[in-house]
């Protein structure tokens, strides 16, 4: 049993570039979650899946974060005309149940 | 964003000795979760707690929901060089979502 994927492991991007990073989730999980952790800080929630359907986004995702999960497998996080303070870690969950979520090993994103 | 209060915040200690930790919330939680995360990875759930007084053992890892469902608790006895990282306790309060706390970087002596 392959744990959650996360692609790619590092990120470095100019200012106002686009960026999309690939989360593969654990097999039989439906539910599928983006987490985004600074430096010094916990994760902090971004947005949740349950199969395809996105059913929450934080107030943290602003219009330039857009995420999706077509079928219900691999999810996608794009961050539109990036922005210095998008640095960070973005991590990807999944779990079967709404218990325990299990970490990817996260994209880490330097915008410079 | 929200995050739970985490004591110790960092904590060096000698190899075999016995660590607690901490985590309080102002609001109370259905379920809450343990994890470890190493520089560079993700984080590792170390332990799940679902019920109010709830004890739970992981190897050398003990956890404990308090009974007032706003905090709990982390042991780790006879702490060894690779426990070196930082916890982090999440809480559940009925929903999908978990809040997480600030974390406890901790460092082992040899």
């Known amino acids: 049993d392959t744990g959650v994927s996360q692609d790619p492991r590092h990120k470095i991007t100019k200012r106002g570039q686009n960026v999309t990073f690939r989360c593969d989730p654990i097999?039989?999980?439906?539910?599928l979650y983006w987490y985004r952790q600074t430096l010094g800080q916990g994760p902090e929630f971004l947005t949740y899946f349950q199969n395809e359907a996105q059913l929450e986004k934080s107030r943290l995702l602003s219009d330039r974060f857009s995420a999706e999960r077509p079928k219900g497998s691999f999810s996608t996080l794009e961050i539109q005309r990036t922005e210095q303070g998008d640095s960070a870690m973005y991590l990807c969950a999944s779990s079967l149940t709404t218990y325990e979520q299990y970490f990817g090993p996260g994209t880490r994103l330097t915008v410079t | 964003g929200q995050q739970l209060n985490q004591s110790p915040q960092s904590m060096f200690i000698q190899e075999g000795e016995d660590v607690s930790m901490n985590c309080t919330s102002s609001?109370?939680?259905?379920?809450w979760l343990w994890y470890k995360q190493d520089p560079g990875e993700g984080p590792v759930l170390l332990i799940a707690?679902?019920?109010?007084?709830e004890l739970t053992s992981n190897g050398r890892l003990t956890a404990q929901f308090g009974i007032t469902r706003k905090d709990s608790f982390l042991n780790i006895s006879a702490s060894i060089p690779s426990d070196v990282g930082i916890y982090f306790c999440?809480?559940?309060?009925?929903?999908?979502?978990?809040?997480f706390g600030t974390g406890t970087r901790l460092k082992v002596l040899a």
């Open positions: 707690l679902y019920k109010a007084g």
């Open positions: 609001s109370i939680f259905n379920t």
């Open positions: 097999s039989e999980h439906n539910r």
């Open positions: 999440a809480g559940q309060d009925g929903t999908y979502k978990y809040i």
